[in-house]
C-alpha cells in the first residue's frame, strides 16, 4: 500500500490541502466568533476563495492522477483492486 503514495505523490498534495483547508476553516470560525458581521463577510469571501484554489489544486492532481493510469493500466488496476481488497478486510473486522 506504501507504493500506490510513492507512485502517487498528489494524492499526498491532496491530503495535505485538505488538511490546510480544514485547519483555515477552523481558524475562520474562531475569528468569526470574537470579530463583527463586516469581519465574517471578508472571512467568508477568502473562505470561498481558498476553496476556489483547492478545487484547481485538486482537478489538477485528479488529472496527474488519470495520466498516470493511462500510462501504466495494468499497475493501476492492481493498486485498485489491492486497495478495495484492504479497505472490504478491514470493514469486515469492524463488524
Given at each position: 500500500?506504501?507504493?500506490?503514495?510513492?507512485?502517487?505523490?498528489?494524492?499526498?498534495?491532496?491530503?495535505d490541502?485538505?488538511?490546510?483547508?480544514?485547519?483555515?476553516?477552523?481558524?475562520?470560525?474562531?475569528?468569526?466568533?470574537?470579530?463583527?458581521?463586516?469581519?465574517?463577510?471578508?472571512?467568508?469571501?477568502?473562505?470561498k476563495?481558498?476553496?476556489?484554489?483547492l478545487?484547481?489544486?485538486?482537478?489538477?492532481?485528479?488529472?496527474?492522477?488519470?495520466?498516470?493510469?493511462?500510462?501504466?493500466?495494468?499497475?493501476?488496476?492492481?493498486?485498485?483492486?489491492?486497495?478495495?481488497?484492504?479497505?472490504?478486510?478491514?470493514?469486515?473486522?469492524?463488524?
Amino acid at each position: 500500500m506504501a507504493k500506490s503514495t510513492e507512485t502517487y505523490p498528489e494524492i499526498d498534495e491532496l491530503k495535505d490541502d485538505l488538511a490546510a483547508l480544514k485547519k483555515h476553516m477552523s481558524e475562520l470560525t474562531a475569528s468569526l466568533k470574537q470579530d463583527g458581521v463586516d469581519e465574517a463577510e471578508k472571512i467568508g469571501a477568502r473562505a470561498k476563495e481558498k476553496l476556489g484554489e483547492l478545487k484547481d489544486r485538486g482537478s489538477k492532481g485528479i488529472e496527474q492522477i488519470e495520466g498516470k493510469v493511462r500510462e501504466k493500466p495494468g499497475q493501476s488496476i492492481a493498486i485498485a483492486f489491492a486497495a478495495g481488497f484492504l479497505a472490504s478486510m478491514l470493514m469486515r473486522n469492524r463488524s
